[in-house]
C-alpha cells in the first residue's frame, strides 16, 4: 500500500479573544500595520555619480583578484536597487562577475585598467 504524505500543519498566531458583534477589530495580527505607523521612506532611483574609491583584493577568495568599489560621494548610492543597476552594468560591459554587498560593489576581474576608463564613461571618478 502506498502511504500518504501528512503535510505539515500550519502556525498561526492570534492575539484576542472572543469579539461581539459591535466590535470593529475583534482580532489584531502581529506585523499588521496600525493606522498611526507611517510607511517606509523610499529611497530615490537614478544613475550613480561622483567619486568612488577602488580596492583590490585577493586573500580569502581562492587567489581571484577581486576588485571592490566603495565609499560612494554620491547619495543615490545609498539605494541597493542602483547599486544593483549598476553592478550589472558594469558585469555586462566587463564580462566578469560581481555582486552587491555592504553598499559595496564586488567585481571579479583581472584588468583594473579596463574597469577605470568604463567608470569613466559611467561619469564615476575613481580613487
Do not use: Y
Request: proline fraction near 6%.
Amino acid at each position: 500500500m502506498s502511504e500518504k504524505k501528512k503535510s505539515k500543519p500550519i502556525k498561526l498566531e492570534w492575539q484576542g479573544g472572543l469579539a461581539s458583534l459591535h466590535e470593529e477589530a475583534p482580532i489584531a495580527l502581529r506585523g499588521a500595520d496600525t493606522p498611526a505607523s507611517s510607511p517606509p521612506q523610499k529611497l530615490p532611483i537614478g544613475e550613480i555619480q561622483g567619486k568612488v574609491s577602488i580596492r583590490k583584493e585577493s586573500k580569502g577568495r581562492a587567489g581571484k583578484p577581486v576588485a571592490i568599489l566603495f565609499n560612494f560621494a554620491d547619495d543615490l548610492a545609498k539605494n541597493p536597487e542602483n547599486l544593483k543597476t549598476l553592478c550589472s552594468k558594469l558585469k555586462t560591459t566587463l564580462a566578469c562577475g560581481g555582486t552587491v554587498e555592504n553598499g559595496e560593489i564586488i567585481l571579479i576581474l583581472r584588468n583594473f585598467e579596463k574597469l577605470k576608463e568604463i567608470l569613466l564613461k559611467l561619469n564615476l571618478i575613481a580613487k
